[in-house]
């Protein structure tokens, strides 16, 4: 396989996640109720751990200023904790709170049961392909991270 079959795969394989993506994203922001963009950051944070504005900002490519808009209505809706740095009070660090960790529990049980909608009918040997393809890039991927920290 030459470098430009490889990296037509990966661009392909990007629009079709991106897709799928869509079809999921559509059906977890109506059960939620809460705006999509709100929950994703909401449920990276979950995911993540507590982290710094400019780290999350630079995570989801927005600008602090409006990472700070959508934080607020987080923090306001009781969704996510501010807390400041003790040892440097120029940081501010956020994290979910108790009901921000159970709405991001929710809007990703939401997600798990779209993609068992959409895979719902494929048959056990594409799902065991499938299943060892994105094993294989997980593992492929993780290893790429770890080398270029």
Request: charge should be neutral; glycine fraction near 4%; include cysteine.
């Amino acid at each position: 396989m030459s470098r430009k079959e490889f990296i037509r795969l990966l661009e392909a394989n990007i629009w079709t996640f991106d897709r799928l993506a869509e079809k999921i994203r559509l059906e977890r922001s109506e059960l939620t109720g809460y705006p999509r963009a709100l929950t994703s950051i909401l449920v990276r944070l979950h995911q993540g751990g507590a982290a710094r504005l400019k780290d999350i900002a630079r995570r989801e490519h927005v600008s602090a200023p409006n990472l700070c808009a959508a934080f607020r209505k987080l923090e306001q809706d009781g969704f996510v904790v501010r807390t400041i740095d003790e040892n440097d009070r120029r940081n501010t660090w956020y994290c979910v709170s108790p009901s921000g960790a159970e709405l991001a529990l929710r809007a990703i049980d939401l997600f798990r049961a779209g993609v068992e909608k959409i895979f719902s009918n494929i048959c056990p040997e594409d799902e065991k392909r499938l299943t060892d393809a994105l094993r294989t890039m997980k593992e492929v991927l993780n290893n790429m991270e770890i080398d270029n920290d």
